[in-house]
């Protein structure tokens, strides 16, 4: 009884039962087959990652049904989940939670600070609410598992180590070239140590239509270190260490060296810049005991996790050579966590506690002409010296009468408070400090899941969802969009959101469906509303109330042993009502960034024994014109009339050389199609042709 989720799990092992009816743990809390969740989930895990050479975590999830996979540059990423982005979206490690209250509205940068060659796993659970994981849970709950050593899986007192060295060149442009070292050791039952060390070079990319888009590349290094350690045969303690540095990412489309595109009719802007890059840094450290005992104990499974977090974001914007500005913004994140789960009844009750607090630094500096660089308050990125608290309670009840039949119910209580230290109050025109305030809020969410037969089941529900407003938010002073300057208001209140879904499932051992359809209500977005008609300064309000659905479909058919066809379709519509500008009429727009109707299909070969695969894979998407008035601004971005429909072609193939070493080789893009995905602030790559190496030992 397993929805084999096409693309993303077409793996050489393709009948395996781990690929068959994966266990997740996200839904749920639970470690529970995916065949049982009342939620529509996605899976990708390392195989997947490296075999389809996905660069970055959102690009990870760019065949994903219900995502729309925006870059605002080559090195940003934000996955837009059923609608929504950044904030919206939940994004989480081993399940510490890492959005804090500095990211943005619209798209983010640090889905991308996640290393994608230190993944094990990526849960995506679509629609998921607020009652687990609180705040930013709307659009999609993202948690993404990092490599461990297996201990616990190696034959117990014997000692064991593991490693891998693995290389990946990409001949697009000016060329990239990845490479990781990765090593595991320790006996086993006892203990285990996993460290990986990953270096990033990525040159500047090419375009069949803009030509090579220079400063599009980076470099990037990031760590990964992970220790387990057994209490006892049922106790683990677990240490976690990563870091990750971008240097010099470029906002492209914001430069000179953007010099437009035009396509089909549709014209986006060029860039005046003279440079706007991004610094970047972030860490992650957690320590985590979590117990297991038998079935019938009062407490059967229970963790807890104290974490630290910290990121240091700096800009850079040369918007001429007599005007240079500077934004440096520092989070330190101190976050506890601790989670419960009991037998009950006909079913297991899950209930816990978290808690996460934020502390911030910001400074901003600017040179006008001779003059040296100067601290400037109306240029700080974000409130200074400020904090901010986020405590929550749940509890959820997973209740199963009968076999066929399975209810999910919760509640969620929050707590949310905001210090500010000094910002810049836009509508005075000077600083600001010592600003408070403080939220609490009630969610609840009930999901059902019923199987017809062995083949059939139906699932869905009601959940919701809630946001509490960010430091960013209260006091956000940033560049967005194209050159709009982006203002926070401490008055702003939170958003509320209600989805109702409805899913179909049929699986067989030789064919899959998955069929979603989902309708989300908004009440309170915030938004940037022009301060005045024509305003290029926007200040955040409660300005938005509007809703979203949407239809998702995925399926797989291994038609013969060694063939597998695997396709998804996915569309979504919606609409918002804001004021035009403060105190201006009501207007009713298109939902900003809908994904446009899309779909692939992929056909996969495997040899006899499996150490030959190839597969074949075409992606299309139609063109987007539902566009709202801030969409038709951000004209360096998303050209006039919408986003161009795009078809490409890709090509993937591997060979098991060897017990000790494994080759891979990409050809995508075949056609060398001119195209962006919409909202994207460059391009995608031209014609590219990536080959990979990976040594065991």
Known sequence: MRLIHLLPVVPLALQAQDFLDPLVLTASRIETAESDVPYTVNQVDKTYIEQNTRR???????FTPGVLVQKTAYGHGSPFVRGFTGRQNLLMVDGVRVNNSTWRGGPVQYWNTIDSYSIDRLELVKSQGSVLYGSDAIGGTANVFTKSSGFRDEEDGACFTHGAAYYEYRGNGDDSHIGRIESSFGVGGQYGVMFGVTAKDYGDIRDSAVGLMRGTGYPEQDLDFRFDFALNDQTTLTVVHQQVNQDAVSRWHATAFNPG???SGHVAAPGSYVSRVYDQERSLTYVRVEQENEDSAFIKRWNATVSYQTGRDSEAQYRSATDRRYQIAEVDTLGFDVSFESPLGDGSLVYGLDYYRDTVESEGYRKRGANP???????????????YELFGAFAQYVWQPVEQFELTAGTRYTYAAAELGRYWDATAGADAYGAKRDWDNLVGSIRAIYR????????GGVSQAFRAPNLDDLSGNLTSRSGTASTGSVDVDPEEYVTYELGLRHQTETTSLNLAAFYTDIDDLIVGVPITSGSNTTVATN????????????????????????GFAAWQ????????????????EPGSRLLPLTGSLALRWTSESEKFWVEGRVLAAAEENRLTASDRGDNQRIPSGGTPGYTVYMLHGGWRATDHLELTCGLENVSDEDYRSHGSGQNEPGFNAIVGAKLFW
């Open 373 to 387: 660089f100067l601290y400037d308050a109306s240029n700080r990125p974000v409130a200074d010296d400020s904090s």
């Open 452 to 459: 017809f037969n062995d083949c059939w089941s139906t699932y």
């Open 56 to 62: 970055t975590l959102p690009e990870a999830l760019q």
């Open 573 to 588: 519509d919606g609409r918002t009502e804001t004021t035009a500008f403060l105190g201006g009429p009501v207007v009713d």
């Open 261 to 263: 595109w035009q396509h």
């Open 543 to 566: 300005g938005r109330d509007g809703y979203v659905y949407g239809v998702e479909l995925e399926g797989a058919w291994r038609f013969h042993p060694q063939w597998t066809l695997s």
